[in-house]
C-alpha cells in the first residue's frame, strides 16, 4: 500500500525515536519507495528541524535541537492557529473545567484564557501551556504527571491519570497531526497516542483543533475516532462531501473564519 509523504515522515520519526540513526537503504526496505523520494523526505524534515542529515541517512536530533523543532513547529500555520484559538475561546466559560493538550494550537488558545477574568480548572499535558496559564491567578492549573517527551513540550505515559479519577472533564481541546472522516484523529507518538486516548474517554465533549492543512490526513495511530468527536474547529470551508460526513457523524463544525 502506498504511503502519504506525511505518512512516510511520521513513520521516520518512529523508527528514529527507537534507532536514533538510520540509512536510506534501510528506509527504502522498510517503506517500499524509491531512495530519491527519500532524500527528499529526509531533506524537508531537516529543514523542519525534525532531525539531521548524514551521508546516507539521517540522526535523530539532540534535545536542544529538538526544542528548537517545536518552536519551529509552533510557527507553522500560525495564523491559523490564531483564528483557530479564538474560536474555541467562544466555548469556555466560568467555572468549567477543561483539558488542553500539548499542541501549538491548544498554546495559542492558553494565551487567550490567561487574558480572561475567568475562574476555571485547567488540565493539561503541555509544559508551556500550563505556564502560560498559570499566569492567571483565578485559574487552577493541573500539570499531568508523566516523562517529558524528547523534542516537545507535552507529557507521555499514564502516570498521571489518576488525578482524572477526581475530576471532571467537561471538555477537552486537542489537536492531531491528521484528521480525517474515516479514523478521526491521529498523531504519531504512540506514547502520547496512549496518553490522548484516555483523555478523550474520560472527557465528556472532545473538541478537535485542526488547521486547514491536516484536513483529510492520517498519521500512524488514532487516538479519537470520529465517533468520539464532538466538535471540529477549522479555519476553511470544507467541501461539501466533507461537510455531509461531518452532519451524518454528529459532528459540529465550527470555522474561524
Do not use: C
Amino acid at each position: 500500500m502506498k504511503m502519504f509523504a506525511s505518512e512516510r515522515q511520521d513513520r521516520i520519526i518512529e523508527l528514529l525515536k527507537v534507532q536514533r540513526r538510520i540509512t536510506i537503504k534501510e528506509l527504502a526496505g522498510e517503506m517500499n519507495v524509491s531512495e530519491a523520494t527519500l532524500r527528499t523526505d529526509l531533506n524537508k524534515m531537516e529543514k523542519q528541524g525534525l532531525l539531521t542529515r548524514t551521508h546516507g541517512g539521517a540522526i535523530l536530533n539532540t534535545a536542544e535541537e529538538n526544542e528548537t523543532s517545536f518552536i519551529v513547529r509552533s510557527k507553522k500555520n500560525t495564523k491559523q492557529k490564531i483564528k483557530i484559538a479564538e474560536k474555541a475561546l467562544e466555548l469556555i466559560y466560568e467555572k468549567q473545567s477543561i483539558l488542553l493538550d500539548a499542541s501549538s494550537t491548544a498554546l495559542e488558545l492558553a494565551r487567550y484564557i490567561k487574558t480572561l477574568p475567568i475562574r476555571i480548572t485547567a488540565v493539561t499535558t503541555g509544559i508551556h501551556t500550563a505556564l502560560e496559564l498559570n499566569q492567571n491567578p483565578d485559574i487552577t492549573v493541573i500539570l499531568l504527571g508523566g516523562v517529558a517527551t524528547k523534542g516537545s513540550s507535552s507529557i507521555e505515559g499514564v502516570l498521571g491519570l489518576d488525578i482524572l479519577n477526581h475530576i471532571n472533564i467537561d471538555m477537552m481541546f486537542t489537536s492531531a497531526n491528521g484528521f480525517s472522516s474515516e479514523n478521526g484523529l491521529t498523531d504519531f507518538n504512540i506514547y502520547e497516542v496512549q496518553l490522548k486516548k484516555e483523555i478523550v474517554s474520560r472527557a465528556d465533549k472532545v473538541v478537535a483543533l485542526i488547521d486547514s492543512s491536516k484536513i483529510e490526513k492520517k498519521s500512524s495511530a488514532v487516538f479519537a475516532p470520529v465517533e468520539e468527536i464532538d466538535t471540529l474547529i477549522t479555519d476553511i470551508l470544507l467541501p461539501q462531501d466533507l461537510n455531509q460526513k461531518m452532519k451524518l457523524q454528529n459532528i459540529e463544525v465550527l470555522i474561524s473564519d
